[in-house]
């Protein structure tokens, strides 16, 4: 049986991540941009919902079981914000820059810097699939004023891990992929479709 999985997204980053990762199980991962899918909408303000979406959308599409990856930062202090709004906190079109100046600015009166990454991937067989797996991934660590490091992307700069003294931006890939919100998630997804779905 032929085992592909179509990945809900056109980000290369995470297409080399997956791929990585799913190779274990013999599955091949495909974007759903080379299938000429093109993106879906992301009205909700959740992580599941918006996954969810993601995931029915390629799914329908492309007639092949489908995964979807919907992730960000949420502070503490604001109540969990930017969440799904992460990629576009200072608003369209996306700048990581101008997202992080945001965020510290927001956070410059708080005494609470704490803050978490966290990754919901929902994998469907197909658009109606009535059991959707769920996989979520949270790392947590605070904010710092300044940037530190030039590896990673988005906060990653300025997202500070108290028990490394670093931030995840001075981490290497492979430190990053084991300690990682989607690093998580995606050894959680792996199993469950193993268990599930019999991969």
Same mark, same amino acid.
């Given at each position: 049986?032929?085992?592909?999985?179509?990945?809900?997204?056109?980000?290369?980053?995470?297409?080399?991540?997956?791929?990585?990762? /799913?190779?274990?199980?013999? &599955?091949?991962?495909?974007?759903?941009?080379?299938?000429?899918?093109?993106?879906?909408?992301?009205?909700?303000? $959740? /992580?599941?919902?918006?996954?969810?979406?993601?995931?029915?959308?390629?799914?329908?599409?492309?007639?092949?079981?489908?995964?979807?990856?919907?992730?960000?930062?949420?502070?503490?202090?604001?109540?969990?914000?930017?969440?799904?709004?992460?990629?576009? /906190?200072?608003?369209?079109?996306?700048?990581?820059?101008?997202?992080?100046?945001?965020? &510290?600015?927001?956070?410059?009166?708080?005494?609470?810097?704490?803050?978490?990454?966290?990754?919901?991937? &929902? !994998? &469907?067989? $197909?658009?109606?699939?009535?059991?959707?797996?769920?996989?979520?991934?949270? =790392? /947590?660590?605070?904010?710092?004023?300044?940037?530190?490091? $030039?590896?990673?992307?988005?906060?990653?700069?300025?997202?500070?891990?108290?028990?490394?003294?670093? $931030?995840? !931006?001075?981490?290497?890939?492979?430190?990053?992929?084991?300690?990682?919100?989607?690093?998580? !998630?995606?050894?959680?997804?792996?199993?469950?479709?193993?268990?599930? =779905?019999? =991969?």
């Amino acid at each position: 049986m032929e085992k592909t999985l179509v990945l809900a997204s056109n980000n290369k980053g995470k297409l080399r991540e997956f791929q990585a990762m /799913f190779g274990e199980l013999g &599955v091949e991962v495909i974007n759903q941009g080379a299938l000429g899918v093109g993106s879906c909408e992301e009205p909700f303000g $959740t /992580f599941l919902e918006n996954g969810l979406a993601k995931a029915r959308h390629a799914a329908r599409e492309t007639g092949r079981p489908a995964m979807a990856d919907d992730s960000g930062i949420c502070a503490d202090a604001l109540g969990g914000m930017p969440g799904v709004y992460s990629a576009r /906190f200072a608003g369209e079109p996306c700048d990581d820059d101008a997202n992080n100046r945001l965020l &510290v600015e927001k956070l410059r009166e708080k005494n609470d810097r704490r803050a978490h990454y966290t990754c919901v991937l &929902v !994998a &469907v067989r $197909t658009p109606e699939d009535p059991e959707p797996l769920v996989a979520v991934g949270r =790392w /947590f660590g605070e904010i710092q004023d300044e940037p530190a490091g $030039t590896g990673g992307f988005g906060y990653d700069p300025y997202f500070r891990l108290p028990e490394f003294g670093k $931030t995840a !931006a001075e981490l290497t890939a492979e430190e990053k992929n084991g300690l990682s919100h989607r690093g998580q !998630a995606l050894r959680r997804m792996i199993e469950m479709i193993r268990e599930s =779905w019999g =991969w």
